[in-house]
């Protein structure tokens, strides 16, 4: 038998968390895609010698290095669920 009052409250929660990780998310998006960190990281790729001698001290790569980021910091946001004292992502049952 469904609960309805813990359905609206763990959707309410869900919603709550989905909000501040999107909040965070869009943050984190604008500061490290922006194009002084584009700019930055294809410098810090050209200085160092074995990118340029792989030939990947370019553009492309530079923008893959800062994807993967975004993917590593998704990642750690939903492993974290479930570790968080805040946040129980059981599904009610």
Known sequence: MQNPQLIRDTEERFLKELRHHFKGWLEKVTR????SAFEEE?????RD???SAFGLAIPE???IRL???LSISIGRR???????RRI??????
């Open 49 to 51: 010698p074995v990118y």
């Open 78 to 84: 939903l492993a974290a669920c479930g570790k968080s």
């Open 67 to 69: 994807m993967g980021r």
């Open 32 to 35: 490290d895609l922006a194009d």
């Open 88 to 93: 129980d992502c059981r599904w009610p049952g």
């Open 61 to 63: 790569y530079a923008l």
């Open 42 to 46: 294809l410098v810090k790729l050209r």
